[in-house]
């Protein structure tokens, strides 16, 4: 696991910065604390940071081909690499390492872009190819792996595994995108492809970005996409046999290290999945690793360890404690950008406690977008069961008017919450899908945002990345549309995102076999029937389950990876966020109402509503900007 970086002069074959591509570099020490390498020729610079995983003693990048023409840099794991090292080698190539890197330069060569096609792992990678005069560059089918790019207006073309990394270069424009402002505070992170500055960018999972010298555009083209493609007749006994066999299968692929390796350990169904899966593949006890909590309506302990006696793994436990929002400006640092998601607090915590044991874990995420594990699939197919009862036309004004007229209850369970539900019956599928997963609706957005900052967004609102990916998408199906929609944006801007930041910050590898792309191909194709059946979501794969995983951690609620936002914002940080959040930071920016932050507070710390959600996304942007440019 790795960071890289690199300056490619798109106009010509000027001189490169080396002290500055090497300050780029320096900037993602954390990735890779091992090794650190730059190299420089006529218009081009790379540069990567080095966790050694595999071929410890030979495997430095950047690394070339055997005259030197190809170049490569590359952040990730290629599983399959063995197998295309003797496909390659019979094809004439030689091989003078046994990294997985090498099979990057070599597949170049013999198939040009469509090697992408032939990679199994999580990678972000640059190739130069000084004959072809060609930088190619990829990511990997769901985003695992991050990769960010811009174009200067002096022509260099710049990328990087973080953020931090293009911020350095003097020329880098900080400009604001408003509508990865507006994004952001409708999701809690910035989609793909956009960045918060106006003029970056995240490459897009499964796509491919290929420049040749004189090329004056970056526009990049799509290699992969999940394919729903229902499967024949098949029967439950059928489906869950081979689930089992798929997922030993991908679980196997992603053992190989050659440092020490273990797993995350949440209790939750899909990392006990992946412990059972390693506890019949590994000949050593597994090493596992849990965060327990004091609040027992956060704590999950009890059930990891129930996995862990079961599979007689090395299990580490640490607590964490309600109060530990001491982290709140590192994060802001890690992230770059505005990132909201709270449970990145126990996520920091959990890789911070495995890399004291493990160089490599092995983690659960994927699950819940591939199996339709969240609560809010459940919520919409019975919305949905309810839209396809009446058409637009008379749902809209009837329950916009009784979610207008009826009390907000934040305090009350879900199924009572009937004003949530007016207000998404209202809305067609996509837009009542986005009303259930915006952290601030349409209407908090609008009180929430200056009306000069609201005439700068010209109409665009954040419910159109869901409807461009709804647009594209290769299902219909109710359900595999909303997995898809989150798979695209949810999965790798939040989850994806938030494993990978923590992790790197302590040099931890974090593995994701759920996330192997032909288990997310072949279970894609599984009738939704099979994964969400009436309120059981994760169906098939709990039943799959049952012989190796005890019912009470299959079948219990699901608890998620919570911090205790409200109580905080109306104790301990009571004092901390109205200081934050009602001074200059935020005031300064003229993008928001600072008069409306301040009754959202008021009725939140009087226990009145629970904004605890839109609160600590402003505070993460408030310390975004108070800290992020200070660091860079």
């Not at 960010?148 to 990394?165: M, R, V």
């Not at 798979?487 to 910050?505: C, E, F, H, N, Q």
């Not at 932050?597 to 009087?606: G, R, V």
Request: aromatic share 12%; with cysteine; hydrophobic share 40%.
């Amino acid at each position: 696991m790795c960071g890289i970086t690199g300056v490619f002069d798109t106009r010509s074959t000027s001189e490169i910065d080396r002290n500055l591509l090497h300050r780029m570099n320096e900037t993602l020490i954390h990735r890779g604390p091992d090794e650190g390498e730059v190299y420089v020729e006529s218009g081009l610079g790379l540069g990567h940071r080095r966790l050694s995983i595999m071929d410890v003693s030979s495997g430095q990048q950047p690394l070339f081909n055997e005259d030197g023409s190809v170049v490569v840099v590359f952040n990730g794991e290629i599983y399959n690499f063995q197998k295309l090292v003797g496909e390659l080698t019979a094809l004439g190539h030689q091989f003078r390492t046994h990294c997985d890197t090498e099979v990057i330069v070599h597949a170049w060569e013999e198939w040009g872009e469509r090697c992408v096609e032939r990679f199994s792992g999580m990678f972000a990678f640059g190739v130069w190819d000084r004959n072809r005069q060609t930088l190619f560059m990829a990511r990997d089918r769901l985003g695992i792996k991050p990769f960010y790019y811009t174009l200067l207006d002096n022509g260099l073309f710049l990328f990087a595994s973080e953020l931090k990394a293009l911020l350095v270069h003097p020329d880098f424009d900080k400009t604001f995108d408003h509508r990865a402002i507006e994004d952001y505070f409708a999701y809690g992170y910035i989609p793909e492809p956009k960045t918060i500055f106006k003029n970056a960018f995240k490459l897009n999972p499964g796509h491919l970005l290929s420049l040749q010298r004189g090329q004056q555009t970056v526009q990049s083209r799509e290699y992969w996409d999940i394919p729903f493609t229902p499967h024949g007749s098949l029967s439950e006994e059928e489906a869950a046999e081979e689930l089992i066999l798929r997922l030993r299968n991908a679980v196997d692929s992603h053992l190989m290290s050659e440092v020490p390796l273990g797993a995350f350990l949440s209790g939750g169904v899909d990392s006990s999945a992946v412990v059972a899966m390693m506890g019949g593949l590994m000949k050593e006890p597994v090493n596992t690793c849990s965060i327990a909590f004091s609040d027992p309506a956060f704590d999950e302990s009890d059930y990891a360890r129930l996995v862990a006696e079961r599979y007689q793994t090395r299990h580490f436990t640490e607590q964490v404690q309600q109060d530990d929002f001491d982290l709140i400006d590192r994060l802001a640092a890690l992230y770059d950008e505005p990132f909201a998601d709270s449970s990145a607090i126990p996520t920091y915590r959990v890789c911070e406690l495995a890399r004291k044991r493990v160089t490599v874990a092995l983690s659960g995420d994927g699950g819940d977008e591939n199996f339709a594990g969240y609560r809010r699939y459940r919520w919409h197919m019975i919305e949905e069961r309810l839209r396809s009862k009446l058409p637009l036309g008379l749902r809209k004004p009837l329950f916009g008017l009784l979610g207008s007229v009826y009390p907000k209850a934040d305090w009350a369970p879900k199924f009572l919450r009937a004003k949530t539900t007016f207000e998404s019956l209202a809305r067609d599928s996509v837009e009542g899908y986005f009303h259930s997963v915006s952290i601030l609706d349409n209407k908090l957005r609008m009180q929430l945002f200056t009306r000069d900052f609201y005439r700068d967004l010209q109409g665009y609102r954040a419910v159109e990345v869901l409807r461009d990916y709804a647009d594209k998408s290769p299902t219909k199906d109710a359900l595999s549309l909303i997995q898809y929609l989150d798979m695209k944006t949810y999965l790798v801007g939040d989850i994806l995102t938030k494993v990978d930041r923590a992790s790197m910050a302590h040099s931890l590898e974090v593995r994701v076999p759920l996330l192997d792309h032909e288990l997310v191909e072949w279970v894609s194709g599984l009738p939704a029937s099979m994964k969400l059946r009436q309120q059981e979501g994760k169906y098939i794969l709990k039943r799959s389950l049952e012989p190796y995983l005890p019912n009470e951690v299959l079948y219990r609620n699901k608890m998620g990876f919570s911090v205790p936002l409200a109580s905080w914002f109306r104790g301990p940080l009571r004092e901390r966020v109205r200081t934050a959040l009602l001074g200059n930071t935020l005031a300064g920016t003229g993008i928001f109402d600072m008069g409306f932050i301040k009754k959202m507070l008021d009725q939140h710390q009087s226990g009145r509503r629970d904004y605890s959600a839109p609160i600590w996304t402003l505070l993460m942007f408030e310390s975004f900007l108070r800290t992020c440019f200070k660091v860079f």
